[in-house]
């Protein structure tokens, strides 16, 4: 079946301007998750949706990062005034929203982000 | 403080052979869960084996087991008889019942399988 998928797989853009990142996740998953991963790290948790609602925003590092997802299934991540530092892998994952410890989370390709 | 350690930032193996993975958590949580999840080249994150704070066994997927030392704090992934196409990124990850659905991931490893 279809995986999670991530558009575009790879975005440049120059400092100041306003990018928009997007998920499509597993079908009939009802939890979104969305990381960062910078060169030579592990990814880092941005924020979690459960359904249409952000469950946890407390990885957004900035109010310029924002993301929505309004009918509870692709999600788009919204970075306005885009700095060098933003530059990263931005991974989207979901998984079937049962809150269980053990439940998967599955992620996509990712979006390479690239600020000049 | 880190909340996962992964201390080997490079790690080879001959093909064929076993190698192990160390991974250190820390939390103060009674009920967590333990992830690893293997990075190709690719970008994609694959999850490979879970581990439960309560289970009493090491977890075993196929060629993976977790070597789970819970008053250590240790989660360590054994790959065991080692293929090309384990070269990768290696990460471990934890998810804290009173933290949210969240995952906190380690720095990873790089393994390289040598043939």
């Known amino acids: 079946g279809a995986g999670v998928s991530q558009t575009p797989s790879n975005k440049v853009t120059e400092k100041g301007k306003y990018v928009e990142l997007r998920c499509d996740p597993i079908s009939g998953h009802t939890a979104l998750y969305w990381y960062r991963q910078s060169l030579g790290q592990g990814p880092e948790f941005l924020i979690y949706f459960q359904g249409t609602g952000a469950a946890d925003d407390s990885g957004l590092p900035n109010d310029r990062f924002f993301a929505v997802r309004p009918e509870g299934s692709v999600s788009t991540l919204k970075i306005q005034r885009t700095e060098r530092g933003d530059s990263a892998v931005y991974l989207c994952?979901?998984?079937?929203?049962?809150?269980?410890?053990?439940?998967?989370?599955?992620f996509g390709p990712g979006t390479r982000l690239l600020v000049l | 403080a880190q909340k996962i350690t992964q201390t080997q930032p490079g790690m080879f193996v001959q093909e064929k052979e076993a190698v192990t993975l160390d991974c250190t958590y820390d939390?103060?949580?009674?009920?967590?869960?333990l992830f690893w999840y293997k990075q190709p080249s690719s970008g994609e994150m694959i999850f490979l084996i879970y581990q439960g704070s309560y289970d009493e066994q090491n977890a075993t997927e196929g060629r993976y087991s977790l070597n789970f030392q819970k008053a250590r704090k240790s989660a360590n992934l054994v790959i065991s008889a080692s293929q090309l196409g384990d070269s990768a990124m290696y990460f471990c990850a934890m998810r804290e019942d009173n933290a949210g659905n969240m995952l906190t991931f380690g720095g990873g490893t790089r393994l390289m399988v040598k043939p």
């Open positions: 939390t103060s949580d009674q009920s967590y869960g």
């Open positions: 994952a979901s998984s079937p929203g049962l809150a269980d410890l053990k439940e998967t989370q599955y």
